[in-house]
């Protein structure tokens, strides 16, 4: 670690460190003040890690003291659920097992003692920890995922937090589009806040339309004509994209590559810009040396077509097969593999 990097751990320990006041309420203030996050404005993406990381150990500080100081106060088992949250976000920055085996077992241990009232909080949390821990998941996870929720469900089915539960779960399971399907019909008549339910009502839309023919058209930035129907025959890579979401910016290479792999000639792509701006969009395509024909109609997340199709997250990858069906809600994964796969059909 470098001077700089050091100095700025330092202060940040100086500055997040929080100091025992004596009484619970004043411990507790000190560790609710912290819930503003990390202050200043870290100069590269090294200090940023390494002021969170100070920030981390000064909540786990103030937590581990307050459990000890104040056992017996009411607010001690949330201490216990903030600190096993700390320990878990401590492990997915360093890539240490140890935080996230302490975290474990911390939510273990609450399971046994918690209350009827307390009990949601930690099977919240430990569906919550699991999620954490996945990085690409197997099969084997997502099922597991699926299965902790809808036991949270069948134990919980008044908590509040259901149907954004419910809503996170799907995300994962755009390749087996019943249970996506599932999930979310069992989010949206629980959904209260209207961002929520409009993004259910978005999810839905996409994983109907799997298996029909989809309808895009419009006006390429080149000021061309282009339609989704005029390309059947082969199979379509459709990528809503845009310069503003930096997923976007690596996953645009990632399809010019995956297509590189196919036979020639065998695949098409159509891009859709949820740009605002043309002439960053434009900036994008020729940055990367991009020839695919995209639809560019300047109303960014209010376009028609994106209304239309339900999209609410970029990037979005979709596969249609030669009659323009679409039959992938994810080709970003293995895309290669996906065309490949429709075109042995």
Do not use: Y
């Amino acid at each position: 670690m470098n001077l700089r990097a050091c100095a700025a751990v330092l202060l940040a320990l100086l500055f997040f460190s929080p100091a025992r006041a004596g009484t619970a309420e004043e411990d507790w203030q000190a560790i609710v003040a912290l819930d503003a996050g990390p202050q200043g404005k870290p100069r590269t993406s090294e200090e940023a890690r390494n002021v969170t990381l100070a920030h981390l150990a000064g909540q786990e500080r103030g937590l581990r003291a307050f459990v000890a100081a104040h056992s017996g106060d009411a607010r001690a088992f949330e201490a216990r659920l903030r600190l096993s949250r700390a320990l878990q976000i401590r492990a997915d920055l360093t890539g240490a097992p140890e935080p996230r085996a302490e975290a474990t077992r911390l939510l273990a241990e609450l399971s046994k003692t918690a209350t009827p009232a307390q009990q949601p909080e930690v099977d919240f949390a430990k569906i919550a920890a699991f999620m954490r821990s996945l990085g690409q998941p197997t099969s084997e996870q997502r099922a597991t995922l699926a299965a902790m929720a809808r036991r949270f469900q069948s134990d919980h089915p008044s908590d509040r937090r259901l149907a954004a539960l419910l809503a996170e779960v799907a995300t994962l399971f755009d390749m087996q589009p019943q249970t996506k399907l599932s999930l979310l019909e069992g989010a949206q008549p629980l959904a209260i806040d209207e961002q929520l339910k409009a993004r259910i009502a978005d999810d839905l839309t996409r994983v109907r339309l799997l298996g029909k023919a989809i309808a895009l058209s419009g006006t390429t930035l080149t000021g061309k004509a282009a339609d989704v129907a005029a390309m059947r025959g082969k199979p379509v890579l459709v990528v809503f994209f845009a310069e503003f979401s930096p997923p976007s910016l690596a996953a645009l290479p990632a399809i010019k590559r995956a297509v590189a792999e196919l036979p020639k000639d065998s695949a098409r792509v159509l891009g859709v810009s949820l740009d605002k701006d043309r002439a960053a969009a434009a900036a994008v395509l020729g940055k990367q040396d991009i020839a695919w024909p995209v639809i560019f109609d300047g109303k960014s997340w209010e376009s028609p077509p994106v209304r239309a199709l339900g999209i609410n997250a970029l990037p979005t990858v979709w596969l249609l097969d030669a009659e323009g069906r679409l039959r992938s809600l994810n080709a970003l994964e293995g895309a290669a593999g996906q065309v490949r796969q429709l075109l042995r059909q």
